[in-house]
């Protein structure tokens, strides 16, 4: 499996796209804004999960990189989705280490340390909302779940 960010140039793009093209930036936005949800995760289970448990495999530290720095570009540029900063807020609270050692993504730590650990719980989130998203979707589907068991 590789990994490709090009989210700062795909924001870029969407930035210069003309107001008429309207449905297809916000699906773009959309692709761009579920790929990095997904991107963050698979740096935190790789990081957290044995990957004879999950299936995913260490990251390279280049890897890991591209996803920090696309991270800290949207942090620093206000355009972080309310759900990947609920999510960030999950992961981060449960292994700071996985996020917190990338000391230079400024704008990364400044929202991983004003955003509460459990805002989860009082998001927007069904678990029926994360069908179909992979093993992400099936993390946060059981989250959830057990959740509400409890």
């Known amino acids: ?57 260490e990251l390279t530290e280049s ?31 449960r292994f700071p280490a996985v996020f917190g050692r990338f000391e230079r993504a400024r704008a990364l730590q400044h929202v991983l340390k004003q955003t509460f650990p459990e805002a989860w719980r009082s998001a927007d989130r069904e678990a029926r909302h994360f069908e179909g998203r992979g093993l992400m979707g099936r993390f946060w589907s059981d989250v959830i779940t057990s959740e509400e068991r409890d």
């Open 1 to 57: 499996m590789a990994i490709c960010l090009d989210v700062p140039v795909g924001l870029e793009y969407l930035q210069a796209m003309p107001d008429n093209a309207g449905t297809v930036a916000f699906v773009e936005v959309m692709r761009v804004e579920e790929a990095l949800r997904r991107v963050a995760f698979l740096l935190w289970c790789a990081a957290t999960q044995p990957a004879c448990l999950t299936g995913v495999a």
């Open 63 to 93: 890897q890991e990189l591209d996803v920090v720095e696309t991270l800290d570009g949207v942090c620093k540029e206000g355009e972080l989705d309310p759900q990947l900063r609920w999510m960030l807020g999950y992961y981060h609270g």
